[in-house]
């Protein structure tokens, strides 16, 4: 049978069921008295819980992630509490976007699954056997998809308030050195400050800081000390940023990075928020952006109520054969007869453009046609279309494309701190009752004890 990818198992096991309850779930039968072993709350979140079961199945798919390299995983009481507090911030999330009116539908969510089963290279059947063969039931995973698209929603209405880029920053942005140092693989480990943190937590963050590079310099493999020591939401995966242009870094980052060689990694730096470790993979320099322009010219019929699909078709098929057969003049047939009215003035002239820009079916049918060649008549939704290919010429789009990506850089930067804030905050006034003491956080020892 097929297996879905353990990333894709393990992003929805850290995801919370809202729906679950203690006294629905239960064990595996033992084998000496055949009686079930009852499922127990391990956290209590707001007006949620987190439940033993849930855990278990999170940290076994963290472990199947992992299953050829296990000796990157931190031992397992250090990794139940890392998937633990993912689970309990997951729930924050889902309840804040409860109470924000977010709503998933079913038809959202299985198109969701239908995308999960496609990535995966499967059908939506073959995807639930997996599922299922996995030890979750399909509505399980359905309810967990909900989840995470209520997230996303909560994430895009929290950046949309919050995150705007002006045309001066990203003219400034253009014209600093940082923009033209080109692009950086970097992996990181964050130690988090709490929000109102007293001294002796952020003493405690710095000596867990402090260990996590020690270890890397003792030998451990810096995506194993990510996933033991590091609380971003990238931990699990090793703490991998990717790919980032420089200038997309926190400026406090960005003349650190740029200082540095391949391999590398940094002592514990002091944020206003976290601790951060980084580690530098690999740095790319920029390249021109070189992209085929098409110029081209069409005429379209669209059908209309005087006119039905059939007419229109026919229609464009009788210009076509004035055009190739009776060799009339393309343009004055467009003034005249396209109903495209962007083009039929100048005389079905499309312009300069990149392939795609009107679409998929003119750009398959741009790619088919040698240059001055006529194509016969094809259909789309706006209706038939006739369209000749008058040549193509490389262009440098460099400047449009950096100008974008400036804008893109801007954006990410200030969304990803505007949620990390929002986060920070989230946890830290929610309620969160760890009830298993062997699950805590060390800062949480005072706070389960009052």
């Known amino acids: 049978m097929k297996q879905i990818s353990a990333f894709v198992l393990l992003t929805l096991a850290l995801l919370a069921a809202p729906y679950a309850r203690a006294q629905l779930l239960s064990g595996p039968a033992n084998q000496s008295g055949g009686s079930q072993r009852l499922d127990r709350i391990v956290a209590v979140v707001e007006d949620g819980i987190v439940l033993q079961s849930e855990l278990d199945q999170a940290v076994a798919q963290v472990k199947q992630q992992y299953a050829s390299d296990p000796q990157k995983l931190p031992p397992d009481n250090v990794l139940r509490r890392q998937v633990l507090e993912r689970l309990v911030l997951m ?36 995807l639930r056997q997996a599922i299922q063969s996995q030890g979750m039931s399909f509505g399980a995973f359905q309810r967990q998809l909900a989840d995470q698209i209520m997230v996303q929603r909560l994430r895009q209405g929290v950046v949309h308030d919050q995150v705007q880029v002006t045309d001066a920053e990203i003219n400034n942005l253009l014209n600093s050195p940082a923009f033209k140092a080109g692009e950086v693989h970097l992996a990181h480990i964050q130690i988090s400050i709490p929000s109102g943190a007293s001294a002796q937590q952020i003493q405690q963050a710095a000596a867990k800081a402090k260990q996590a590079e020690q270890a890397i310099h003792g030998g451990m493999d810096f995506n194993a000390a990510a996933i033991r020591y590091s609380d971003a939401q990238d931990a699990l995966d090793g703490g991998d940023l990717g790919w980032r242009r420089l200038d997309a870094l926190p400026p406090a980052f960005t003349d650190v990075v740029k200082k540095m060689h391949g391999g590398e990694v940094t002592p514990p730096m002091r944020g206003p928020n976290a601790f951060h470790i980084l580690k530098l993979i690999a740095r790319r320099q920029p390249e021109r952006k070189m992209i085929t322009e098409y110029h081209a010219r069409q005429i379209m019929i669209q059908p209309s109520a005087l006119l039905t699909d059939a007419q229109a078709k026919a229609k464009a098929e009788k210009i076509y054969h004035q055009i190739v057969d009776k060799h009339a003049d393309f343009a004055k047939l467009a003034k005249k007869d396209s109903d495209d009215d962007t083009t039929a003035n100048i005389g079905g002239d499309m312009g300069w453009f990149p392939v795609d820009a009107w679409g998929t079916a003119v750009a398959v049918k741009l790619k088919s046609l040698n240059d001055n060649q006529v194509s016969q008549p094809f259909h789309t939704q706006g209706g038939w279309h006739i369209l000749q290919r008058l040549g193509t010429r490389k262009a440098d789009r460099t400047d449009e494309v950096q100008r974008q990506q400036a804008r893109a850089a801007i954006t990410n930067r200030k969304a990803e701190q505007a949620y990390e804030d929002f986060l920070r905050n989230l946890r830290s006034t929610s309620y969160v009752h760890i009830l298993v003491p062997s699950l805590r956080e060390p800062s949480d020892s005072d706070k389960a004890s009052s």
């Open 91 to 126: 729930r924050l999330q889902v309840q804040r976007a409860e109470q924000n009116g977010v709503h998933v539908s079913d038809q959202e969510v299985s198109q969701a699954a239908q995308n999960v089963a496609r990535q995966n290279h499967m059908s939506i059947d073959q």
